[in-house]
């Protein structure tokens, strides 16, 4: 009932942009706190950025700090990923995570499906 669905992947040259975004559907409550993971072949997936609801509180991978920039549009409960200077190792799938409120009022955590983002020339 509840999901979150990334959007945005790609192929894309080193020192190249783009942006992901994440949307939460379904029944809900509210979006808590969301963020950015990421898993490279043969890599343990590993946090990208994460935010609380009013972005109050925002956390980077020290890998993407200064190009990366993670945002938020509560109004329709979507997540966004700005990508800029990629380079050849940010090439991941990439997930969206989100701690959510929904029917009942109980929390959950809910992850998507994933996006690629390949980086190469």
């Known amino acids: 009932q509840v999901q979150v669905m990334e959007s945005g992947g790609g192929l894309v040259q080193p020192g190249g942009s783009l942006r992901l975004a994440c949307a939460a559907s379904?029944?809900?409550?509210?979006?808590?706190?969301m963020g950015w993971y990421r898993q490279a072949p043969g890599k343990e997936r590993e946090m990208v950025a994460t935010t609380t609801r009013s972005g109050s509180t925002i956390n980077y991978a020290d890998s993407v700090k200064g190009r990366f920039t993670i945002s938020r549009d509560n109004t329709i409960n979507t997540l966004y990923l700005q990508m800029t200077n990629l380079k050849p190792e940010d090439t991941a799938v990439y997930y969206c995570?989100?701690?959510?409120?929904?029917?009942?009022?109980?929390?959950?955590?809910?992850w998507g499906r994933g996006t690629q983002v390949t980086i190469s020339s």
């Open positions: 379904g029944v809900i409550f509210q979006v808590r706190d």
């Open positions: 995570n989100a701690d959510i409120i929904g029917s009942g009022y109980s929390r959950d955590t809910y």
